[in-house]
């Protein structure tokens, strides 16, 4: 399992060609081999690939705005080449779908044509989770709908998300087990009277299980990410996160 960094922890320097060089510069700097690109400012892909390569950072997936992946898929897939990354990623079911059974299925049926023209390009539609998938329709949860009746999609399980709705990472690693990719490692934690996320083994996940989970699920990237950090510095978040992790690797 290789680990990379979300750059949406750092997105308030990556909104410019420059900041974003100083960005990868510095997530290098820290021990970071691989990003997800997500919530950059208006970069060309093309510079976005130059820049990542010129400080040995692969790209392994995005979050896509889920309108062009499914109105212009040809064209995602074409930057997503450009960038050598594998997967394209989905943030949320957007909002325009009901959180129902019936916006579940609508969404799976609009976004079928483009996981097929993705699958035949030899990458794959990630779909990334919050908490609201984890409420029941009827019979199944969300998340379930969309493990059963839309085999062409991964899932980019995020660790604090799926505690946050009352759900065991570990047990959701092994429900997904061989959907499972490309992970979200981000913990959970209690202070000043509110819950938090905070950088990976800092927090109350049970990180002994969740490792070793991801391995068994068939994890092959692991992305660090923290979307808030309270005022402190987000690099310094990042880097905790990795001593931590490789530690415990």
Not at 8 to 15: E, G, I, M, P
Not at 22 to 37: H, P, S
Request: negative net charge; charged residues 25%.
């Amino acid at each position: 399992m290789r680990i990379g960094a979300q750059l949406y922890t750092v997105r308030a320097f990556t909104q410019t060609d420059q900041d974003l060089n100083e960005t990868i510069k510095k997530l290098a700097t820290i021990g970071y081999d691989y990003v997800q690109v997500s919530g950059i400012g208006p970069i060309s892909v093309q510079t976005v690939a130059d820049i990542c390569d010129d400080h040995d950072i692969r790209i392994i997936i995005t979050h896509t705005d889920p309108s062009r992946i499914k109105d212009d898929t040809e064209a995602v897939i074409e930057e997503h080449d450009l960038m050598e990354a594998d997967y394209i990623g989905i943030g949320a079911m957007p909002s325009n779908y009901e959180r129902t059974r019936e916006g579940v299925q609508r969404f799976i049926t609009d976004f079928t044509p483009a996981a097929e023209k993705i699958a035949a390009s030899g990458m794959k539609l990630m779909y990334h989770n919050h908490n609201f998938e984890f409420e029941k329709y009827y019979d199944k949860r969300m998340i379930e709908y969309l493990r059963d009746e839309f085999p062409l999609i991964g899932f980019t399980l995020d660790t604090y998300w799926v505690q946050a709705a009352g759900a065991d990472p570990t047990e959701w690693l092994t429900r997904l087990s061989g959907r499972v990719d490309v992970v979200h490692l981000k913990d959970m934690t209690y202070k000043q009277g509110e819950v938090r996320m905070s950088e990976v083994m800092e927090g109350n996940l049970n990180w002994r299980l969740i490792i070793p989970a991801c391995k068994m699920a068939g994890v092959k990237y692991a992305m660090v990410e923290q979307d808030e950090c309270y005022g402190e510095d987000p690099f310094e978040c990042l880097s905790t996160s990795l001593e931590n992790i490789k530690e415990m690797l």
